[in-house]
């Protein structure tokens, strides 16, 4: 069955940077776009970033765009975001999730992993 | 993108039918039938309901349909269940980018 596990999430300061990392498994990597999605405590779901199947287009929300860099290995079937300058506004639950291919629509998400960023 | 603009709250009793708009532009949920609906129950991760308007993923229950009108689309849920209670979310994709646009969320409560 599909899963996606999250990690990297932590405390950081602001100003600081942070790797989050997605593992995928149960579905062929290589074929699926993913996105990260997140959520502020007790606020809704902001799309974040997407990469498509094969890496070459990656698209960003304009409040991370120039800061954060989604990226994914094939070989070990992982996404990854970089997200640099942090500030206190990006403090939230980061999910990885799948795309479902020619829908355009975020499909199967991970648990998350929690982002702090405070002094 | 502004977010999508959702009721922050709605309720319901067992048995019964409940519907929960989504309100964009024409840019958004009004320019392609792309909207998508999740629900997410507390600690919990978003579970697709719905995806491009009407479409049920397999395993959803058909309680569970979608419909667009102009910019505004809806979810409807019928014969409510205890567990139909958590928030529900609304998605569109946006194109310019492209990029994808969340709702508020709406809180469902089965009294």
Redesign the interface.
Known sequence: QVQLVESGGGVVQPGGSLRLSCAASGFTFSRYGM?W?RQAPGK????VA?IQNDGRDK????SVKGRFTISRDSSNNTVYLQMNSLRHEDTALF?CAKD?PG??????????TLVTVSS | ?S?LTQPASVSGSPGQSITISCTGTSSDVGSRN?V?W?QQHPGK????MI??GSKR?SGVSNRFSGSKSGNTASLTISGLQSEDEADY?C?S?AGS?????????TKLAVL
Do not use: I, N, R
């Open positions: 996105h999605v809704g779901l902001e799309w997407f698209w960003y929300a304009d999910y479902l829908t355009y629509t975020v499909d199967y998400w991970g648990q998350g | 993108q977010a792309l998508s999740y991760a978003p579970k697709l995806y491009e993923p979310y998605c994709y980018g492209p990029s994808w646009v969340f709702g508020g969320g």
